[in-house]
């Protein structure tokens, strides 16, 4: 009789809770999760690049299954909107797009940026500046600033890095992020108020608030015509070997 208390309480609490398909696909890391409401009920990652076309599918089909979720039982698909790796956001978007339209499902894009950089103030107090930032080539990232609060305190762009960078936020702490921070090492090693996180990285698990916000004022994209933020022209060549371009 209990258990059966205790389950009727859960289906009422999550009775209201969106179940939502997330997909992170914009860097050498394939991500996909699973979330109701807030909570993360399953999520699958690898970070090893070049591997986006042999596993987002079977990452989808892994997380359902571990969930006990049945694909037809989804509200929304979220997808990183990049900007990021032309081959990896291609990829990333066709899988969202072909469950939207097969499963008549509304399509969410979050800002991979965004998202990593909302995760990482939970883990800093409220007086710090982020800058997410994915590896371009060479000395080039692309990264956008953001407050404590998530709000956008510059737009995304191409960045060639140097020790004048950022130099017009550091009023307050700056913490970089993602896999582009780490080329930034040796140019801030003697700047006191830039440091950089190497343990939170781009991931489908950190799009989750930023999904359900959209799905409560159904901010949707087009299925048929959203195209993901490259923010550059792919122009084509040999991969690099540490991930996708």
Known sequence: MLAEVVEAVADAAYGSAIVVLLIETSTPTCSVSL???????ASRENHEGLSHAALTAVFVEEVMKEAGVKLEDLDAVAISKGPGSYTGLRIGVSVAKGLCYALNKPLIAVSSLQALAQTAAKHYSKNHVFIPMIDA????????????????????????????????????????????????????????????????????????????????????????????????DFIAGKPSVKGLR
């Open 35 to 41: 979330s109701r409401g807030t909570e993360l009920l």
């Open 137 to 232: 080539r060479r000395m080039e990232v692309y990264s956008a600033v953001y407050n404590s609060k998530g709000e956008c305190l510059r737009d995304v762009q191409a960045d060639i890095i140097d020790e004048n960078s950022y130099a017009d936020f550091t009023e307050q702490p700056i913490i970089l992020l993602g896999d582009g921070a780490k080329k930034c090492e040796e140019i801030f090693k003697n700047n006191q108020q830039i440091r950089i996180d190497e343990t939170l990285k781009f991931s489908a698990k950190n799009m989750i608030s930023l999904a359900q916000a959209a799905f409560e004022n159904k901010d949707f994209v087009d299925v048929a015509y959203f195209e993901p933020f490259y923010l550059k």
